[in-house]
């Protein structure tokens, strides 16, 4: 059964940092991997999608990677900005299409 | 306009009532989830719907039931809700075998 872990659960930095949210799997055999973020009360905003023959993707400050023989994915966030601060969610695609979800990472940008 | 709704936004209802959850989308996408989120768990897929005439269970569809209506409406029943169906329910959408999924905002139910 795939299992999806994030780590830290919770991290606080000051503004105009650069940070990396870690995001590893136990399944390497995964369709792809898709990062998302959510605010507090809403929804999920998807973020990059990678797929499985893909090292990396990126979106204006965002940079995700995926190692699909280590089982790991990184998002790095440049110059994190206050508006950052979410929840950080890794899921991977385990087939069709089911999606499987790490807890998250809570982010504090604090200006 | 939002892609993906879902509507209510927030419910409170009584162990043993019926309840639906509805979801519209706008973007034409083939497949449609229902998922819930509690929390120190993440989401959890409960059903997933490839098209009008393909349902399929999902890791934690006992006590659920689902209904695709059509290609953009996919909902989500509780035959007779349980407080620990407590929960943030999220639907979402995709288009294709790899397409990136995009989600609703969510319903808050809560069930006492």
């Known amino acids: 059964k795939q299992e999806v872990t994030q780590i830290p659960a919770a991290l606080s930095v000051p503004e105009g940092e650069n940070l990396v949210l870690n995001c590893s799997f136990t399944?390497?055999?995964?369709?792809?991997l898709q990062w998302f973020r959510q605010d507090p009360g809403k929804g999920l905003t998807s973020l990059l999608l990678i797929q499985s023959s893909q090292r990396e993707q990126t979106s204006g400050r965002l940079n995700a990677s995926l190692d699909k023989s280590s089982g790991r994915s990184t998002l790095y966030i440049a110059a994190s900005q206050p508006g950052d601060s979410a929840t950080y969610l890794c899921?991977?695609?385990?087939?069709?299409?089911?999606?499987?979800f790490g807890t998250g990472t809570r982010l504090l940008v604090s200006p | 306009d939002a892609d993906v709704t879902q509507t209510p936004r927030n419910r409170i209802t009584k162990t043993g009532k019926r309840i639906m959850l509805e979801c519209s989308q706008t973007k034409g996408h083939d497949r449609m989830y229902w998922y819930r989120q509690d929390p120190g768990l993440g989401l959890r897929l409960i059903y997933y719907s490839f098209d009008v005439k393909d349902i399929n269970k999902g890791e934690i569809s006992d006590g659920y039931s689902v209904s695709r209506q059509a290609q953009a409406k996919f909902s989500l029943s509780l035959e007779s809700a349980i407080p620990n169906q407590t929960a943030l329910y999220f639907c979402a959408t995709s288009f294709g075998a790899l397409g990136e999924q995009y989600f609703g905002p969510g319903t808050r139910l809560t069930v006492t």
């Open positions: 399944d390497s055999a995964i369709y792809n």
């Open positions: 899921a991977v695609g385990a087939g069709f299409q089911k999606l499987v």
